[in-house]
C-alpha cells in the first residue's frame, strides 16, 4: 500500500530532529478530517482517494478498507469522473473549487446526489499535488426542492421563480393562465419582456428590497399578456437562497388585481354618486376620498379635503371623539350616529351624525374606515320648531287654566248672590 501523505495545512517548517524536518500541522489536519461532521476524503491529482473519514463510510455504506486507494471513478459515472477530472485541474488552477455535482452509487445500489467543495492539498514546497475533498448530502436538500417545486408547481396564484437580473427560471401553470403564454415562452425570458421599461425599474428595486430585507411586498406590475391586454397585478416576493443562505434570486407571487379592481372601481363609483356626503379616511383620520356631497356640505373644493386630517373642520374634543369611533371600528367593524359638528368654509358649525363601517386591505385587515355623514340641520330645526310649539302651546293652557279660574269664581258668585236673595225673598215675605 503506498504511503498516505502528510496533509499540510501550514507550509512553515519548524525545528527538526536530525532526521528530517517535520511540517507543522500535519497531525491537526488528521485530527480535524477524521472528526469532520461531513464526509471528507483526500486524493491526488488522478483521483485516487488516500484518505475518507468515517462520515464518507456512513455516506457510501463502504468499510474504510473499501474504499481507501480506490479510484473515485469506482464510485461515479464515466461522465462525473470526467467532471471531477475536471475539477481537480481547476483545484490545481485556482486552489479551490465548488458546488461540483456528484453522484456517488452506494454499496446497496443507491445513488446518492451530493455536491462536492475542494481545495488544494500542497506538498511542502506549495507544489499542489491532490485535492481535500468535501462531500455534502443532497438527499434532504432535493427532497426539499422537489417538495418546493411541488409547492410551486401546484400553487393556485401564479408563482414564478427569477434570478436576480429578472430572468425567469421556473413558472407555473397559473402563470401560462395568467399571461397566455406557454411555458417555454415564459422561462428563461427575462420578466423585462412582459413588463414596462418603467416597471422593470420597479421591480429591479423589488430585487434589492428582497435582497436586504429578506421580502418585498404589494409591488405593483402591468404585465401584458399574450393577446395584449395589460393586466394588473400585485407581486409578493421572498428571498431565495442557495444553501449557504446567500439570496441567487426571487420567489414572486402574483396576484391577478382585475376583479379587485373592479370592485374597487364599483364602490368608488357607489361613493361617489352617494347622495348622502360620503368620505374614506384612514386609521390617522387623514381623508382619502371624498364625494361631491361632502363638499356641497362644507363648501370646500375637493382638493381643498382630500389629503387633509379631519380634525381640520372639527374641534379638538371631536377629533378625540372620532379617533375613539375609528378604534371602534377596527375592533367591531362598525360605529353609529357619532356626533361631528364640522364647520364650513363660511365659518358655519354644521351638526351631523357619523356612521362609519371598516375599510380592509385585500387580506381583510382594517386600514381605515368608510364614512356617511347625515346633515341634522333640518332634523334639529324640527326639533326647535317641536319645542317651541310645545312651549306655545303650554303658555296657551296656562292662559286656559287661568281663564277657566275667573269663569269658575264668577259663577260661584253668581250662585252666592242667587242663594243670598232667595234668602232675602223668604225673610221678606215672613
Given at each position: ?6 496533509v499540510?495545512?501550514?507550509?512553515d ?8 524536518a ?35 463510510s ?10 481507501l486507494e ?6 461515479i ?18 486552489g ?7 453522484n456517488?452509487?452506494?454499496a446497496s445500489g443507491?445513488v ?5 467543495n475542494?481545495?488544494?492539498l ?7 499535488i ?6 455534502r ?6 427532497k426539499?426542492r422537489?417538495?418546493?417545486e ?19 427560471l421556473?413558472?407555473?401553470?397559473a402563470?401560462?393562465?395568467l399571461l397566455?403564454?406557454r411555458q ?6 427575462s420578466l ?11 421591480f ?28 394588473p ?16 434570486g426571487?420567489?414572486g ?6 376583479e379587485?379592481?373592479k ?18 379616511s384612514d ?5 382619502l ?5 361632502v ?18 373642520f ?25 356626533r361631528?359638528?364640522p364647520r364650513?368654509?363660511s365659518?358655519?358649525?354644521i ?34 320648531d317641536?319645542e ?11 292662559d ?14 253668581m ?11 223668604k225673610?221678606?215675605?215672613?
Amino acid at each position: 500500500m503506498a504511503r498516505r501523505p502528510e496533509v499540510v495545512t501550514q507550509p512553515d517548517v519548524v525545528k527538526g530532529d536530525g532526521r528530517g524536518a517535520k511540517w507543522r500541522g500535519s497531525l491537526d489536519a488528521d485530527i480535524i478530517i477524521a472528526n469532520a461532521p461531513d464526509p471528507v476524503f483526500v486524493s491526488d491529482l488522478e483521483g485516487k482517494i488516500l484518505q475518507a473519514n468515517d462520515a464518507v463510510s456512513q455516506l457510501l455504506g463502504f468499510r474504510q478498507d473499501e474504499v481507501l486507494e480506490q479510484s473515485l471513478s469506482r464510485f461515479i459515472s464515466p461522465e462525473e469522473t470526467r467532471e471531477f477530472t475536471a475539477a481537480l485541474r481547476e483545484v490545481v488552477e485556482r486552489g479551490v473549487m465548488r458546488n461540483v455535482v456528484l453522484n456517488p452509487r452506494s454499496a446497496s445500489g443507491e445513488v446518492i446526489p451530493a455536491s462536492l467543495n475542494a481545495s488544494a492539498l500542497r506538498d511542502p514546497n506549495g507544489k499542489a499535488i491532490g485535492a481535500i475533498g468535501i462531500l455534502r448530502d443532497m438527499r434532504e436538500l432535493d427532497k426539499a426542492r422537489a417538495y418546493a417545486e411541488s409547492l410551486i408547481e401546484n400553487a393556485p396564484d401564479p408563482v414564478f421563480v427569477s434570478d436576480l437580473e429578472g430572468k425567469i427560471l421556473q413558472a407555473n401553470d397559473a402563470v401560462s393562465q395568467l399571461l397566455g403564454f406557454r411555458q417555454d415562452e415564459v422561462l428563461e425570458q427575462s420578466l423585462s419582456r412582459f413588463i414596462s421599461p418603467a416597471e422593470t425599474q420597479e421591480f429591479t428595486a423589488a430585487l434589492r428590497e428582497v435582497v436586504a430585507r429578506g421580502v418585498t411586498r404589494n409591488a405593483r406590475l402591468n404585465p401584458r399578456s399574450a393577446s395584449g391586454q395589460v393586466i394588473p397585478t400585485t407581486l409578493n416576493a421572498s428571498a431565495l437562497r442557495d444553501p449557504d443562505g446567500k439570496v441567487i434570486g426571487a420567489i414572486g407571487i402574483l396576484r391577478d388585481m382585475r376583479e379587485l379592481d373592479k370592485a374597487r372601481a364599483y364602490a368608488e363609483s357607489l361613493i361617489k354618486n352617494a347622495p348622502d356626503p360620503v368620505f374614506v379616511s384612514d386609521l390617522e383620520g387623514k381623508i382619502l376620498q371624498a364625494n361631491d356631497a361632502v363638499s356641497q356640505l362644507l363648501g370646500f373644493r375637493q382638493d381643498e379635503v382630500l389629503e387633509q386630517s379631519l380634525s381640520r373642520f372639527i374641534s379638538p374634543e371631536e377629533t378625540r371623539e372620532f379617533t375613539a369611533a375609528l378604534r371602534e371600528v377596527v375592533e367591531r367593524g362598525v360605529t353609529r350616529n357619532a356626533r361631528l359638528n364640522p364647520r364650513s368654509a363660511s365659518g358655519e358649525v354644521i351638526p351631523t351624525t357619523l356612521n362609519a363601517s371598516a375599510l380592509r386591505d385585500p387580506d381583510g385587515k382594517v386600514i381605515g374606515a368608510i364614512g356617511i355623514l347625515r346633515d341634522m340641520r333640518a332634523y334639529e330645526q324640527v326639533v326647535r320648531d317641536l319645542e317651541q310649539s310645545k312651549t306655545e302651546l303650554q303658555e296657551k293652557i296656562l292662559d286656559l287654566e287661568k281663564f277657566e279660574e275667573v269663569v269658575v269664581g264668577r259663577e260661584l258668585k253668581m250662585i252666592a248672590l242667587e242663594k243670598e236673595l232667595e234668602s232675602l225673598r223668604k225673610k221678606s215675605k215672613g
